[in-house]
T-cell receptor
Framework: EAGVAQSPRYKIIEKRQSVAFWCNPI?????LYWYQQILGQGPKLLIQ????????DSQLPKDRFSAERLKGVDSTLKIQPAKLEDSAVYLC?????????????FGQGTRLTVV | GQSLEQPSEVTAVEGAIVQINCTYQ??????LSWYQQHDGGAPTFLSY????GLEETGRFSSFLSRSDSYGYLLLQELQMKDSASYFC?????????FGTGTRLKVLA
C-alpha cells in the first residue's frame, strides 16, 4: 500500500513570496489533514478535510494560507505571501474515518524555510 | 477548547522503563493515540486507547483513564533507537489534535 505522498521535500523562499505544497493521501482515505510543525513543537492542525469539504480550519491563517482538496483526493496548501514565522515542516496526513480518527498516516513533510 | 499537556523532556538509560504522561481537555472525546517521531522524520502511529485500561504492544504499552482525562505511554527495555519525540493525540468529533510532545533521550 502506497503511503501519503508530499512534494516538494524542501523549499526555500524569500519573505513575501508565494509557495504551494502538494499532498496525495492513501487511496480510499476520506479524511485529509494539513499540520504545521515548528521545530521543537507538536504538529498544529491547520485544516482538516472530509472528502472535499472542510470540517475544521479554525487555526488556518486565512489572510495568507489557503487549501483545497478538489475531487476529494489530492490537496494543495498555499501560502501567499510568506512570512519568516512560516518556516516550519508542513505535514500532510490522512485517515480512513473522520468522526473516530483512530490513526493518521503521515507523509514525510515539506520543510519550508523563509528567508 | 482543546488542550493536551505532556512533559517536555524525559531522560532514561538503556534497559530502563519510562512513562510519558498526557493530560487532555477536549469535547467529543473518542480516544487517545500515541505517535513516535524521530528527528527529521514523520510521526508514526504507536497505539490507540478508546476504553479505560492498559493496551500492550510489545515493549510499548498505553493506558487511558477517561474519568481523569489522563493517559500514559510506557516504554520498557529501552533501546537507543527509542530516542525520539513522543506525541499524544486526542480524537474528538471531527478533530485530531496533537500534544506538544515529549523528547525522550536514552543514554547508554
Amino acid at each position: 500500500e502506497a503511503g501519503v505522498a508530499q512534494s516538494p521535500r524542501y523549499k526555500i523562499i524569500e519573505k513575501r513570496q508565494s509557495v504551494a505544497f502538494w499532498c496525495n493521501p492513501i487511496s480510499g482515505h476520506a479524511t485529509l489533514y494539513w499540520y504545521q510543525q515548528i521545530l521543537g513543537q507538536g504538529p498544529k492542525l491547520l485544516i482538516q478535510f472530509q472528502n472535499n469539504g472542510v470540517v475544521d480550519d479554525s487555526q488556518l491563517p486565512k489572510d495568507r494560507f489557503s487549501a483545497e482538496r478538489l475531487k476529494g483526493v489530492d490537496s494543495t496548501l498555499k501560502i501567499q505571501p510568506a512570512k519568516l514565522e512560516d518556516s516550519a515542516v508542513y505535514l500532510c496526513a490522512s485517515s480512513l474515518e473522520s468522526v473516530m480518527n483512530t490513526e493518521a498516516f503521515f507523509g514525510q513533510g515539506t520543510r519550508l524555510t523563509v528567508v | 477548547g482543546q488542550s493536551l499537556e505532556q512533559p517536555s523532556e524525559v531522560t532514561a538509560v538503556e534497559g530502563a522503563i519510562v512513562q510519558i504522561n498526557c493530560t487532555y481537555q477536549t469535547s467529543g472525546f473518542y480516544g487517545l493515540s500515541w505517535y513516535q517521531q524521530h528527528d527529521g522524520g514523520a510521526p508514526t502511529f504507536l497505539s490507540y486507547n478508546a476504553l479505560d485500561g492498559l493496551e500492550e504492544t510489545g515493549r510499548f504499552s498505553s493506558f487511558l483513564s477517561r474519568s481523569d482525562s489522563y493517559g500514559y505511554l510506557l516504554l520498557q527495555e529501552l533501546q537507543m533507537k527509542d530516542s525520539a519525540s513522543y506525541f499524544c493525540a486526542v480524537s474528538g468529533t471531527y478533530k485530531y489534535i496533537f500534544g506538544t510532545g515529549t523528547r525522550l533521550k536514552v543514554l547508554a
